[in-house]
Nanobody, 114 residues
Framework: VQLQASGGGLAQPGGSLRLSCAAS????????MDWYRQAAGKERELVAA???????YYAEPVKGRFTISRDNAKNTLYLEMNSLKPEDTGVYYC?????????WGQGTQVTVSS
């Protein structure tokens, strides 16, 4: 499984960004897909998760602002981020879990600043 994340960039506080994670390879084996982020000097943390049953989980700091979705036809995971805050700044990674292993995308930088 290969994951290619994109869509990061610079946004102003209150702004929006949409991240994408395109999956290729043995995608039929993927059971869960998540978004993580890592701020400078901090540990990587789970932001949002999408399980194989179409149910989503959100970390408390992003509830009501971020939306995770998956387009199976395009083999792509999305993270719609609204009402961005400076504390959302970090490198965002997509993750895929399968019975055969765990896979990470390369990360995309999100910077929220005025």
């Amino acid at each position: 499984v290969q994951l290619q994340a994109s869509g990061g960039g610079l946004a102003q506080p209150g702004g929006s960004l949409r991240l994408s994670c395109a999956a290729s390879g043995s995608i039929s084996s993927i059971t869960i897909m998540d978004w993580y982020r890592q701020a400078a000097g901090k540990e990587r943390e789970l932001v949002a998760a999408w399980n194989g049953y179409g149910r989503a989980y959100y970390a408390e700091p992003v509830k009501g602002r971020f939306t995770i979705s998956r387009d199976n036809a395009k083999n792509t995971l999305y993270l719609e981020m609204n009402s961005l805050k400076p504390e959302d700044t970090g490198v965002y990674y997509c993750y895929a879990g399968a019975p055969g292993g765990s896979y990470w995308g390369q990360g995309t930088q999100v910077t929220v600043s005025s």
